[in-house]
Every structure is written in structure tokens, then in C-alpha cells.
């Protein structure tokens, strides 16, 4: 992305969005939609090339951030990948909590321009951005050996969840450690008998009104 188009989008970001913490991470300040902004609103968001799903702190990546400040030994002095990492949050939680290393993969590049928006604002400088479709059998991305994986909100649909799950399974042979975070959606029981719940979070009453907790999982094949 040329520079020029990098500033047009942190102009949009700053101008469209509110600097707020969730209730459930209260330690992390993201730039963020709510109902008093003009793209919440809105079905569509022309001045974008895509919809702007980085501004809103998804339940999956809630739960997967409050459980890494709470169980800091999961990342620290460890390499962290967070697969579909929207507004950066969960990247920055890990960062914050002794991470040796942390990429933040979204294949929208406007949401890993929302993502350093969000780094720079938590005063967190480990933290690089990929937009590469990492989960395509195509795209040869080598992890650092033992590498925690995190994926949060992304079992949305079957077709998206059997691609994960084909993946996670060929990622969970190389010794990475695999944990999933998602609030109950339909795409989840793809890999639901691979999944061990270790942790539920109660969500907000204002933040959805289609699930009331999200929790976290560690992926298991064998």
C-alpha cells in the first residue's frame, strides 16, 4: 500500500472511530465503532475498500486477550501469530504480557493499519503485520518452532471452519500451540472434538445481543 493511502486510511480511522476499552480488557485502548459513530449505522462504507470488521473487538478475541493478561506464561519469550487479527487487540495483549515476538495476520490491509494505529497508541513496538492469506496450502509462511497460534472469531461459517481445521492440523504437527476463542458460532462445531474449553468469559449487556459469553480453547489432534 503506498504511503499516501496509509495516511488516507489512518485519517478515516481517526475520524470515524472512538478511542474506548471493552469492560472484559480494560487494559487495552482500541480505536473502535459504537452506536454514536456514523459507520455503525451505515450498510455499506464506500470511503472503504472493505467493511470495516477491524472496528469492532470481537467476542472470540475479548476472551483470547483477558486470558493471556491472566495466564501471561502462555507467550512470554515465545513467537505469537494471531490468525484474522482485526483491530490488533489480542496482539497487543500478548506484547504486553512478555511475548518474544508477535505477527498480526488480516488479509484486509486496512485493519493492519487500524492494528499499528492501535500498537502505537498502547505504547507496544514487537508487533509486525501480515496481510498474506496464511491459511491458503499455497502460502509458504515459516513459523518459529513452538510458536503460539491464536484464533479468535474465525469458525463464522463451515466452509472458513473445514479450511482452519485442515490447517490447524497440519500446523499442530510442527509442535505449535493451537488456542481458539469464539462466543458459540455455527462454524465452531467443525472443531469442536478437537477443542479443550479452558476458560469462559461473561460478556457486557450492551456488547451483543446474540451471545452473552465467549470462551477459550486449546486445539488438540492427538
Known sequence: MLIKDALKFKSLIFKN????????VPEIKLHLIDKSCQWCHQS???ELDSDPF????????????????DNPSIVRGRAVIDIGSGCGALGIASSLSGAKSVICNDIDPIANIAGEVNCGINKVSNVLFNDKNLIN??????????SVIFLGDMFYDEIIAKEILTWCQAQSYMNHDIYVGDPG???????????SKIATYELADDECDEFHSASVFKLKFS
Not at 496450502?137 to 513452538?146: G, L
Not at 458460532?185 to 477443542?195: A, C, Q, T, Y
Open 17 to 24: 472511530t472512538i478511542l474506548k476499552s471493552v469492560h472484559l
Open 44 to 46: 455499506s462504507v464506500p
Open 54 to 69: 477491524w472496528s469492532v473487538f470481537w467476542h472470540g478475541g475479548q476472551a483470547l486477550s483477558r486470558f493471556v493478561i
Open 137 to 146: 496450502r499455497k502460502c509458504r509462511f515459516i513459523f518459529d518452532d513452538r
Open 185 to 195: 458460532r455455527f462454524g465452531f462445531e467443525v472443531i469442536r472434538k478437537f477443542s
